[in-house]
C-alpha cells in the first residue's frame, strides 16, 4: 500500500517530469497551510514575512496576500530599497544594522523610501554613519529601530545562552540609547525588536539526543520566564521617549510563545513557510515541509548505493550534520559519512538506494529556508501534480545581497 510519502514522490515526479534536475519546487498548498498555522500561532498580531527565509519576491507577497501577515524583515538595506520600490511592501524593517553608504544615500535621497524602510541600530555609531552619509538637514527623517539583546546571562552574567547580537540587554541601557536617539535631529525611534534565537531558532527536541533535548527545554524556560520581565521592562523605558509603532519578537520557532508576551506587538516568521529539515526538532508546532530540490541519479557505484549528480547544498551555521541537506524521497536514503553531501556528486546508501535507476530523482530538504535560493534561479510552483507557475528566485532576478 503506498505511503503519504510515496504519493507525494509520485506526484513532485509526475508534476516536473519535463523538467532536468537540479531543480527546486515549492508546494503551494502546503505554504498555505503553513502560513495559516503560523498566523492562528500568532493570536491575532501580526506577523511579520523574514525575507531571508524565502528569497523570492513572488512567495513573499504570496504570503504578505495571507490573513495575519503584514510587513516585511528584511536582511539588509539594498534589499529593503528593492521590495519598497517593486511594490512587494510599504513596510520593511531591516532587520541588522547596515554600514552600506550607497544605500543609506539611495534612502536618505528618497521621501517616500524614508517614509517605509526602518534601519536597525544598537548604537550611537551606527547613527554617526548615516549623518557622515547625508546630514540631517539635508535629509528626511530615517525610521530607526532597537535592537534589544534577548539572550539569557544567569549566573550573573557568566553563562552566555543565545546569540550575540546587540550590545543593549538590560532595560536601562535601551532607554540611554532611545533617550540619545530621540535627542538626534534626523531620526524617529519607531520600534523596538528582540530576537530570543535561543528559543525561536533552537530546536528542543534533536533526534536521538534525549538528554540533550531536556537540557535544551530547561534553559528554554529559563530564558522565557527572563525575558518577559526584561523586555517589559526595556519597551517602558524606551516609551518614555518615544512612541512605538511596533515591538517586534520571536521567530517560526517561538510564534506561540513570543505572541504571548504583552509587551510584544508583532511577530517574525519566515523558515516555517517552507518547511526545512532543522525545525524538524521541534516539539511545539512544526511545519509541514513545502520546499524540496530535486537531483538526478547518474551512476550505481555498488548495488546498494546510488549516486546522484550534485546536491552538495550545506546550510550556514555550525559545521555539523545538521547542516546537511536531507535526501528524502523516496524513504530510506541516506548520506554516506565518508563523502556528506558532495559538491558534484552525493551517494546514497539505505535500502532504498538498490530500487534506484539512472535517471531517477531523488528529493532532498534543504537544512534552512531561504538558502535554497542561493542555489537556482528559479522556482517551480506545484499545485497537486503540476508545476502551475515558475518564478525567479532573488538570485534569479540578479541579486545576491548577502
Known sequence: ??????RLRERLDRATAHL??????????????NAAALAGRAGGKPVRVASKSVRARELIGRALGRPGWHGVMAFTLPEAIWLVRAGVTDDALVAYPTADRGALAELAADPALAAAVTLMVDGTDQLDLVDAVRAP????ELRVCL??????????????????????????????LAATVAGRAGFRLVGLMSYEAQIAGLGDAPPGRAVLGSAIRLAQRGSYRELLARRAAAVAAVREHADLEFVNGGGTGSVAATSADPAVTEVTAGSGLYGPTLFDAYRAWRPTPAAF??????RRPAPGLATVLGGGWVASGPAEDSRLPRPWLPGGLKLVGTEGAGEVQTPLAGAAAAT??????????????GELCEHVNELHLVEGDAVVATVPTYRGEGHAFL
Open 137 to 140: 538637514g539635508g535629509r528626511p
Open 1 to 6: 500500500m503506498a505511503t503519504e510519502s510515496d
Open 293 to 298: 530540490f530535486a537531483c538526478a541519479v547518474v
Open 147 to 176: 535592537d534589544l539583546d534577548a539572550s539569557w546571562r544567569p549566573l550573573g552574567g557568566r553563562v552566555h545562552i543565545g546569540v550575540r547580537r546587540s550590545p543593549v540587554h538590560s532595560a536601562r541601557a535601551a532607554g540611554a
Open 20 to 33: 532536468d534536475p537540479p531543480y527546486a519546487v515549492v508546494d503551494l498548498a502546503t505554504f498555505d497551510d
Open 356 to 369: 534506484l535507476r539512472v535517471g531517477d530523482r531523488v528529493w532532498f530538504r534543504h537544512a534552512k529556508a
